[in-house]
């Protein structure tokens, strides 16, 4: 397909709907219902349309208001939704179109997150990294993988006037650029089985399904009555683990917008030991990719491993339900023994996955004295 016959157009919620079925998959951060979830921000769907008028890329748009001024940030969340690494020199032919649509609709900037994995690290390597004091952060390692093609596309986001956002440990201003992965297919797709999985994982992820199984940890499918148990132990985790929760509205709202898209989109799992409530999760599955997004536990009765009980269904069920990637998302890139988020780092290389790392997040400036005052009041917000 030639890029010189697309045109950018908005795109209506049934017309992007279709686009997201027709791929294997796409981030639940670019399904329409995730305009619903960030309902303080504008919205649109934008679509690349060919010259029959069949839809060939998409993107959920989101768009903040500079204060006291009618222009806006329009925001991509891990999209656009593009044929990335065929664009080749054709990139800029793909991403013009879109930032003249959005200059028409009063933005000022355009911020996205390219849906492009460039590198990965197979849990052994990370594992090897974080014992070794030599290094620093993950970055440092060499890659098990390298992808040519999308290191490819940041020399050309460059040539085109985009900006790679800075990161700190590893994370920009909205999302994570290393994540965690477990495949559950092999590389000619076929699906592994819960055995194979199993037996991915480290001595003390098995040790410790077993340890919850024989306590009589009971893993089950929730609803939307059980959202609230869930954010009582999700609260109590944030005062533990000294981060700020987000309402119980928000999850109600997450649950609502995903699972009217697609009754399957959103589930909740709930751990339970002798009738009380020791671990619950959030999982989101779109097309072939299935996310672990929020997780919560409590502090009593850590000792019977509700957690990787819970985990452990999460992923068996999206073998079930087709997923070849169970992403358990964003870790740091520190590979500090003392730093506290390593913890987080070995607790997901246990289960015998691989690191990945995004493109990062990129800003092109529309309106440079807007586009800097607004990078100046969020600096301020801190």
């Known amino acids: 397909m030639s890029p010189a016959s697309v045109t950018v157009r908005t795109i209506t919620r049934e017309e992007h709907l279709d686009f997201v079925a027709s791929r294997p998959s796409v981030s639940f951060l670019q399904t329409p219902a995730w305009a619903q979830v960030k309902a303080e921000w504008g919205a649109e769907s934008v679509g ?196 700020t929760p987000r309402p119980l509205g928000y999850f109600l709202t997450m649950w609502d917008a995903l699972n009217a898209e697609d009754p399957d989109r959103m589930r909740l799992y709930l751990a339970h030991h002798e009738g009380d409530l020791v671990a619950a999760t959030t999982l989101v599955q779109v097309g072939t990719h299935a996310w672990y997004s929020y997780g919560a536990s409590t502090s009593a009765k850590r000792e019977v491993r509700g957690s990787n009980a819970v985990q452990w269904q999460m992923m068996r069920d999206s073998l079930a339900a087709g997923a070849t990637v169970y992403d358990l998302r964003g870790i740091t890139d520190t590979l500090d023994p003392d730093d506290s988020h390593v913890g987080l780092i070995q607790f997901k290389v246990g289960t015998g996955g691989q690191a990945v790392e995004y493109l990062g997040e990129w800003d092109l400036p529309l309106n440079r004295p807007l586009y800097a005052a607004f990078t100046a009041y969020m600096r301020r917000r801190g």
């Open 48 to 243: 690349w349309v060919d010259a029959s008028g069949r839809v060939v890329g998409a993107a959920l748009v989101l768009y903040r208001q500079v204060p006291k001024v009618k222009r806006f940030l329009a925001y991509l969340p891990e999209g656009p939704v593009l044929p990335w690494l065929e664009a080749g020199d054709d990139l800029g032919a793909w991403l013009e179109p879109l930032a003249a649509h959005l200059k028409a609709k009063k933005a000022f900037g355009i911020r996205m997150g390219p849906p492009v994995v460039t590198r990965r690290w197979h849990a052994a390597t990370v594992k090897a990294a974080v014992a070794d004091s030599a290094l620093g952060t993950l970055g440092e390692v060499p890659a098990d993988v390298n992808d040519a093609d999308a290191l490819a596309v940041a020399d050309r986001l460059g040539d085109l006037g985009w900006r790679r956002l800075a990161t700190e440990g590893g994370f920009s201003a909205g999302q994570p650029q290393y994540n965690f992965w477990l495949p559950l297919a092999d590389a000619d797709g076929t699906a592994l089985t819960e055995d194979q999985v199993l037996a991915g994982m480290n001595q003390l992820w098995r040790r410790n399904i077993r340890k919850a199984a024989k306590a009589g940890v009971e893993v089950t499918l929730g609803s939307r009555d059980d959202v609230e148990a869930f954010h009582r132990i999700y609260t109590e985790t944030a005062e533990r683990d000294h981060f």
